[in-house]
Structure formats: C-alpha cells, structure tokens
C-alpha cells in the first residue's frame, strides 16, 4: 500500500507541482505525519524531492526532474509499448513509431509487433493520406480549410469551415467543423471531400475543449425484411448481426435502413436479394429496375 502510494505522489507532483502537506494528506487519505515519513522514504530512495517552510513554501520535486523508468512496473512498462502499438498503427502519418522503438529500448523490453490496424480504404489510399495531412496541418494551425463537399442528398456545395477534430465513427473518418455556409457546427465524411486547400487565413478560436456529441442527425428509416441468396454470406455478415439460415443456405435479415440510401443499396445485391416487405419497397425495386431497362433498351 505505502509503495503504490509512494508512486503516486511522485505522479501527483509531477503533474501539479509544488503543494501542501496538507493538500497531499487529504489527496491520499493520510494523516499529515505519514506525508512526511513518505517524503523521507522517497528521498532516500534517491527521488530529488524536498520540502521548504515558510509563506510560499511547500513540498515539491526538482525541476529538472525526469520520471525514471524504474518507478514503473514491468506490467505498466508493458501496457504503455501496447497502448502505443495501437496508436502508431492506427496511421503513420498521425504518429511517429520513433517513439515506441526509444520507449522499448529505455524500458529494456520487447516490443513484438502484434497488432496492425489501417483505417484508409483499399482504394484511394494516397489521397486519404494527402488529405489526412491537409487536416492535420489546418487543425494545429487553425487556419481556414475550403473543400467541395458531396451530401448525401445528392448536392454538390463549396464549403469553408474552422476545422476542429478528426473522428472515426461507425466504418469511416470524419471532420468535425464548424462551417461558415451552415453557421454551425458539422460533421463532413472525409470520402466525400474533394479539392481541400488549407487557407492562409487563421481564425483566433481555441476550439480545443470543444465538447462534440458523437450523434448524426436523426435519418428516416424503413424497416425490412429480406432473403439474401448463400453467394453473398460474406456481405450480409459483414453487414447484419442478426442473420437467420435455412435448409438451403439462404439468409433471412430484418432491419432499419435509411430511406435515402435504401433502394441503392438493395440494388448494390443485383439478383442475390430479394425484399419481402413491405410491398412499397417491393414495387418501388421494381420500378427502379424498369427503368434501367428501358435505358439500356434504348
């Protein structure tokens, strides 16, 4: 109890600086006695801490002071090299791996490479990393950045916004940002930018404590029923997770989708899906494929 409390008193003052007997007994549930016994059993384990009396005074460590790697636990050592495994393979061109190969080397420990995570689609992968960087430079900078953007509804719009943050939600990345053509704030699918420049103009808004509620706006849905043929498993696992099968490898789905990408999506199947309600969807798949005909009659 008395060593784990001993690490966190020198993590404590590492983070706040100088403080109290006083603040420190109450922030470990102490006695103030047993604040001093600990600040005697730390220096003399070597830790530059030392207290001074007086109006200003106070216990603090030595401002020259670096956290030496043998106040931390072959476990803690371990769980930092795994958390940054994750970070420098989430994209090279956020992260710097330098740091994991000095971090290993001043723990002396292996650092197998054991996980591998690439949010950037197969296609494209060039322009996601060109983009990425374009948005990195604009949030740190806080400069302007202007873009093409394609909704959803099908509307092509040039777009100026006060980039903030960059998420991952769902299956894609996106920029949250507040744009001047909206005068809110906005979440823009990073697939659907094109032709993004970084302005030389500077905004003054410091938007780093900016609370951001992870929700998109509320989407009309439809709720089907559908029979997928056994030639398309791979997509309707990837899809659904609630997924029935019968005797003859058929799949059976029901789901909410949104109205707006419905019909697009269902089409996405060719004649490996069929919908069995609600009859509206059903004639409405059919319309749709009457339609290519003709055109591809003509």
């Given amino acids: ?52 009396q007086g109006k200003d005074g106070g216990i603090q460590l030595d401002k020259d002071f670096v956290l030496s790697r043998s106040l931390l636990s072959q476990r803690e050592r371990q769980q930092i090299l795994d958390s940054l495994q994750g970070l420098a393979s989430l994209n090279e061109t956020l992260y710097d791996k330098k740091l994991l190969t000095k971090l290993s080397a001043l723990f002396k420990a292996e650092n197998p490479n054991w996980l591998e995570v690439d949010f950037s689609p197969w296609q494209n992968e060039a322009e996601q990393q060109a983009l990425f960087q374009q948005l990195k430079e604009a949030v740190f900078q806080r400069r302007w ?39 809110d704030f906005r979440f823009f699918k990073l697939s659907r930018i094109r032709n993004g420049r970084v302005l030389a103009e500077c905004f003054a808004e410091d938007f780093s404590q900016q609370i951001i509620k992870l929700t998109m706006p509320k989407q009309t849905t439809v709720h089907i029923a559908l029979k997928f043929s056994s030639s398309v498993s791979y997509r309707v696992y990837d899809d659904f997770s609630e997924v029935a099968k019968d005797s003859d490898g058929n799949l059976y789905v029901e789901a909410d989708i949104p109205s707006n990408v419905l019909e697009s999506y269902l089409l996405s199947f060719g004649a490996e899906v069929q919908v069995l309600r609600p009859a509206f969807v059903r004639q409405n798949i059919k319309k749709k494929l009457e339609n290519m005909l003709t055109l591809y009659k003509s």
Avoid: H
């Fill in 1 to 52: 109890m008395q060593e784990s409390r001993l690490f966190e008193m020198v993590y404590y003052l590492l983070g706040n600086g100088k403080t109290t007997a006083p603040e420190l007994a109450k922030q470990f549930e102490v006695s103030v006695r047993t604040i001093y016994r600990d600040v005697d059993a730390l220096s003399s384990a070597g830790i530059p801490i030392y207290t001074q």
């Fill in 145 to 183: 950045f202007s873009f093409d953007y394609f909704s959803n509804d099908g509307k092509n719009s040039q777009r100026q916004v006060k980039p903030i943050r960059l998420i991952f939600k769902g299956q894609a990345w996106y920029l949250y940002a507040y744009c001047s053509l909206r005068e």
